[in-house]
Every structure is written in structure tokens, then in C-alpha cells.
């Protein structure tokens, strides 16, 4: 993270935000040299992606076909049915380098420079460091230095967080309204990380708020240096479920004490699994491409999100968008190489809560990219590296989060399959893997790992490419870092394959390859329906004598059906 400070004078304040609010918060805002011997070798580095979209329709009676739909004519028209609108209440997320306020940098880092002197309060006259696109740290807080952030309505929020850094525990950060030493909302304690570059998430409740105001960041209890600042940002907190207890003279509590809707866990996943698949609904598009292959998806703000591979000679990406698969084909696929990410190969794309912003997860070398909108094709952010010191062959990143730490599963077409772990607070700063899977023979343990977490269960499902012709095998645990039982996996049994998928309009592919599931959601958990299964893999029609990246992918859908 690259780290620009802002200097306090001794005993002065930091800096006044100069800033409108407007700018200065966020909106809601991935294949290494394949050596096997099959015939589709992934010899130029292939990230296939087999998409798995099954659609399970899931027969499970648990549907809630219980009749007590509380016929008991007094619905109970007391209004306390937990009204509270903080569940959809998003993160208010804002960027320490917002001080600078507009004539002299946004939020997203852009500057004109200028001189302590030139702002309020400060003496002396240091320069400003110039500020580059990316993330910008604040630092050098004394007691008493303070960031002010004008015009914040905090109605309804519940909690604050700052991304802090600090080589000691000593010190604090208050939260104020209108003045360095107004109404006093928060205290913030700062933990030791370790060192001034080496970032972790701390918290606080706040008093409640209502209405507009300017606030205060303030640094307290310790004369020197109190912690370096990334960002902070405001939250809700659910509120517990309304038990109502209001006079409603009615104690017929049929609605209410009816759990079965609420305790439906979704559907049981256990082999054989049965799946049917469209035929191909994603082409190549564009002149000279050959080829179009490990998609990721995710449904947001009503359209699905397809991120693609494609090959013309050499490895590319594109960004499709549509809001249903009948329009997919049609769909422009917009080049990314232009774009400030570049091309992504591979990838993985999700919006992460911590920090309100979406990550493209992509190879090679695993990387990452960010955009405040995935809406904004101009908004995704240079490459960072996301696993320093990576084992060698690293191939297919795959990124999921749990309530407490992140995990990275990859492969390396030599039968390996590896995962590393960091606390969620320190997500994207991974620092090593472990081998938590090997098969002597590579074919059965190879690459496009996918892991997902059972929306509604304590179960993840884990699924890795295996060939010839390509197919799933897949696993089944209670926690990401826990130990991996068998589902499916298996050629004649697997999670999805030739084995086990039909092709109503006629069969188009033997393989079913890199891909990803439709999931419920579009966060880091990557929750998915197991009674709602599908998957968006890539396949073709064979016979295919040729270099790999010429192999003629498209993109199908199979549903899972039992």
C-alpha cells in the first residue's frame, strides 16, 4: 500500500476537510501452463473456469407446505414488525485523502498540491505530498490533530470503523459532531498491528444521530504518533428481530411462532447429481477472437455481470452485461485491455462489504483490481499483487470470506490444490499457502477451483476441474479452513460432467469446464441456493486438433434438476 502522509504541526490540528460529502463516500460499490497430455492440454496457460450454474428446483418439501398460514382472521395489526430499515442501510465509506477537499484532491486521489499554510488552523508551511490514483494513507497524528468531514448524515447508523495502522496500543481516536471538541459519538481504540504500514480494522458503537453535521476524526490520549489512517467508515447494525410486545390483545401467535418459512435450510446436497444444459449462449463476438471461456457471474442492480477470457493468438478479456440469459448472446462484449486494469485472465469478481468496494480477482501472478462501481468500465483499479511469494504454477484465484477471515484456493496443474488464510480486516494482504489436497495424478486434482458457501447452512461446497474429457469433482465442509468430505467426485460420479449432464436440444460438448455458479448474492461470502443451482461453464464441440487457445470455448448453462 503505497503511503502518503499528511504532516500535523505539534500540538495543531491535521487537517480540515474541505470537501462536500459529495466525492468524498463511496456507493455501493483470473490459467498458468497446463501440461496434462489430454488433448486440450492448457498448454498456453489456461484459466479455464468450468461455470457451474446448476438450478436445483429442489423437490424438498421443506417449501413450507404447512397450512398455518394463521387463518386466525386478527393479523395482528400492530405495527412493531420490525420496522427498522437499518438491514438496508449501506456502508458509508470515506477515504482519509478526502482532507484536501476539491481545489486540492478527491476521494479518488487526484491533486493540484498546495501548503499547510494554505488551510485553516494549520502553521507553518510544509508541503502537501501529491497524491497519486490508488490508496492514500493519513499519518502523524498527535493528541489533538483532527480530520473534520462536513455535511455526513449519520441517521440511523450504528457503528464505526477505521483501517488504522500503529506500532503501539496506546492510542485512541474520538468520533465528534460539529467541532474537534463537540458532542463526543465514539471512541475508537487503536490496536497494536505491529508497524505503521501493517493495517487492521477497528470499531465502536456510536450514539445515535439524526440529521446533518460536520464530523470529527480526533486523535486522543497520547502525544506522539497515534496511528496512520486509510479510511473510515459508518454502519448499521442489525437490529434483533421485533418480538413484539405491543398490548395486541390477539395471543394467537400462529404467525409469528410459524418458523418454517424461517427455518427452511434449503436443500440437501447428496450424490448422484442430475443436471441439463442449454445449448451454447455465449459466442465470441468480437474480429480475430477465437474463443470465449472461464466466466465469472454475479446478478446486481437487476443485470448479470460476465467477466470473460477470450483468445485472438494471445490471451485478452472482456465485460459483457444483460439482464437475462435469453439476451446473453447479443450482449456487446466490451474489450478490457484498455481499461486501467487491463486484462484480466481468469477471474473472480464480488463486491467486498469491508471496504464498499468490488474486487476482480485474476491471474497471472495472482492480482487484484477494485471499482467503487461495476457499473463504470474506467473504474477498475491498476493490478496489485495479492500474494507475494506465490508457489510456483499458481493458477485460477478464488477468493471467499467467512464472518472472521478470507481464504485464496488455487491450484497448479501438478495435482496440487493450495489455500491461504488472512483475518477479513486484513483482506486483500495474503502472505503464504498450504497444500491441503494432492493426487499423484494431476488430471484428477487440476484447476478452476470454486468454492461457495450453502446460503441457509453451515456447509461450503468446494469443486475442482479434473479431465479428460473435463468434469467436476467436489467436497463438502463445515468451515473454509476445515477438512473436505467427498460429494461427488468421482468421472462416473461426478459433480458435473459428461457422466451426469443431458442436453435436451442436442449435445454440444463433451467437457464441462471452468465456470462459475449463479450465486444468491454478489459478496464475499459467494452464497449460493442449493435449490436453485446453476452454472455458467465453458464447453465445445469436438473434434478439436490444435494449439489450446484455439480451442473454440463458448459458454452454456446447466441447471441442476434433481
Not at 78 to 88: C, R, T, V
Not at 331 to 347: I, K, Y
Not at 456 to 473: D, H, I, W
Not at 529 to 555: E, R, V
Request: aromatic share 12%; net charge negative.
Amino acid at each position: 500500500m503505497e503511503k502518503v502522509f499528511l504532516r500535523a504541526m505539534s500540538g495543531c490540528l491535521v487537517v480540515l476537510f474541505l470537501l462536500a460529502v459529495q466525492g468524498c463516500t463511496g456507493t455501493n460499490a483470473v490459467d498458468g501452463a497446463d501440461s496434462d497430455a489430454d488433448s486440450d492440454a492448457d498448454s498456453d496457460g489456461d484459466s479455464d473456469s468450468d461455470a457451474d450454474s446448476d438450478s436445483d428446483a429442489d423437490s424438498d418439501s421443506d417449501a413450507d407446505s404447512d397450512s398455518d398460514a394463521d387463518s386466525d382472521s386478527d393479523a395482528d395489526s400492530d405495527s412493531d414488525a420490525d420496522s427498522d430499515s437499518d438491514a438496508d442501510l449501506p456502508p458509508l465509506h470515506i477515504e482519509a485523502e478526502c482532507a484536501w477537499g476539491a481545489d486540492m484532491g478527491d476521494c479518488n486521489g487526484a491533486v493540484e498540491g498546495g501548503s499547510n499554510a494554505a488551510l485553516p488552523g494549520q502553521d507553518g508551511a510544509d508541503s502537501i505530498p501529491l497524491l497519486k490514483e490508488g490508496e492514500q494513507i493519513v499519518g502523524y497524528f498527535y493528541a489533538g490533530s483532527w480530520l473534520a468531514f462536513p455535511g455526513i448524515d449519520l441517521s440511523g447508523y450504528t457503528h464505526v470503523a477505521i483501517m488504522v495502522a500503529a506500532a503501539k496500543s496506546d492510542g485512541a481516536f474520538e468520533v465528534r459532531l460539529d467541532a474537534a471538541d463537540g458532542t463526543l459519538i465514539a471512541t475508537i481504540a487503536v490496536p497494536d498491528t505491529g508497524a505503521w504500514d501493517s493495517f487492521a480494522r477497528a470499531e465502536a458503537a456510536i450514539s445515535a444521530v439524526s440529521g446533518v453535521h460536520t464530523v470529527y476524526l480526533v486523535s486522543a490520549n497520547n502525544a506522539s504518533y497515534n496511528g496512520d489512517v486509510d479510511w473510515l467508515e459508518f454502519f448499521a447494525q442489525d437490529a434483533p428481530e421485533d418480538t413484539d410486545t405491543g398490548s395486541d390483545a390477539d395471543s394467537d401467535t400462529d404467525a409469528d411462532s410459524d418458523t418454517d418459512a424461517d427455518s427452511d435450510t434449503g436443500c440437501e446436497l447428496t450424490a448422484p447429481l442430475a443436471w441439463t444444459s442449454t445449448g451454447p449462449l455465449i459466442a465470441p463476438r468480437n474480429a480475430g477472437d477465437l474463443s470465449i471461456k472461464d466466466p465469472t457471474i454475479v446478478f446486481y442492480d437487476n443485470k448479470y455481470h460476465v467477466f470473460a477470457t477470450v483468445n485472438d493468438g494471445a490471451w485478452r478479456s472482456v465485460y459483457l452485461n444483460f439482464t437475462d440469459f435469453s439476451q446473453a448472446g447479443t450482449a456487446t462484449q466490451t474489450e478490457m485491455g484498455g481499461w486501467g486494469c487491463g486484462n484480466t485472465v481468469a477471474p473472480q469478481v464480488f463486491f467486498f462489504r469491508p471496504h464498499n468496494k468490488w474486487y476482480l480477482i485474476y491471474q497471472w501472478g495472482a492480482r487484484y483490481s477494485t471499482n467503487d462501481d461495476i457499473n463504470n468500465p474506467s473504474g477498475w483499479s491498476t493490478p496489485k499483487t495479492l500474494l507475494p511469494n506465490e508457489p510456483a504454477n499458481t493458477i485460477d484465484i478464488w477468493a471467499i470470506c467467512d464472518d472472521d477471515n478470507c481464504y485464496l484456493f488455487f491450484s497448479n496443474d501438478y495435482g496440487d490444490l493450495y489455500r491461504s488464510k488472512v483475518a477479513i480486516e486484513n483482506f486483500p494482504n495474503f502472505t503464504s499457502a498450504e497444500i491441503i489436497m494432492h493426487e499423484d495424478n494431476a488430471g484428477d486434482l487440476f484447476e478452476a477451483s470454486n468454492v461457495y458457501k450453502i446460503k441457509g447452512q453451515n456447509k461450503y461446497l468446494l469443486m475442482v476441474e479434473c479431465y479428460g474429457p473435463r468434469y467436476f469433482r467436489s467436497w463438502t465442509a463445515d468451515r473454509l479452513d476445515g477438512e473436505w468430505t467427498p460429494l461427488a467426485d468421482t468421472k462416473s460420479n461426478p459433480f458435473a460432467g459428461s457422466a451426469n449432464v443431458t442436453f435436451p436440444d442436442g449435445k454440444w460438448s463433451d467437457d464441462i469446464s471452468h465456470g462459475e455458479m449463479i450465486r444468491s448474492g454478489y459478496d464475499e461470502k459467494m452464497e449460493i441456493d442449493s435449490c436453485n443451482m446453476q452454472f455458467l461453464y465453458q464447453g465445445y464441440t469436438p473434434p478439436f486438433n490444435g494449439d489450446y487457445g484455439a480451442i473454440p470455448y463458448k459458454l452454456g448453462l446447466i441447471t441442476k434438476t434433481n
